[in-house]
């Protein structure tokens, strides 16, 4: 049984559900400040703050940390939903690029709002059989609302043997 399913009901996914699953699961990502914020079936917030363990020779946050909080905004999404599906389904990131634009300092919010798009993924895998990729977004942004990087991720999905 995983972190997330409870007999044969699945739990809704929580920000300390899933928390506590990157304390477990993604060590990394945890040590350098990467906390999700918010979660519903559309939007995930994920916060990191620039400090001492997670920057880089320039004075800002390394890019892959940056990589992980915008990753997990679309990760969380797709656990969320996989769990509602009820079925046992693999998830892959198959591909993705970013593009940096400021500087990363302080706090940076990384939201992705594309929940919508993974329903209609699951289903076709679940009814062919077939796996399924779809491209999500997320963007970081500082505390002064500015854009610091955008990031996108193609996942994959199919159904576990």
Known sequence: MNT????????AVTTGKLNTFTFFKLPAAWWCGVRLKY???????????HVWRNQNPFKSMFWAVQGMAAELSTGALMIDQIEDSGRKISMLVANNNANFSKKATGRISF????????????D??????????????????NE???VVSTFNFEWSVRLKS
């Open 4 to 11: 997330f399913e409870q007999n044969n009901s699945s739990m």
């Open 124 to 141: 076709k895998t679940i009814e062919t059989g077939e796996g399924q990729t779809i491209w999500m977004k997320s963007v970081g942004v």
């Open 144 to 146: 002064d609302g500015l």
């Open 111 to 122: 939201t992705c709002e594309d929940g919508h798009l993974i329903k209609d993924a699951l």
């Open 39 to 49: 979660i519903d079936k559309k939007k995930a917030v994920v916060s990191v703050k």
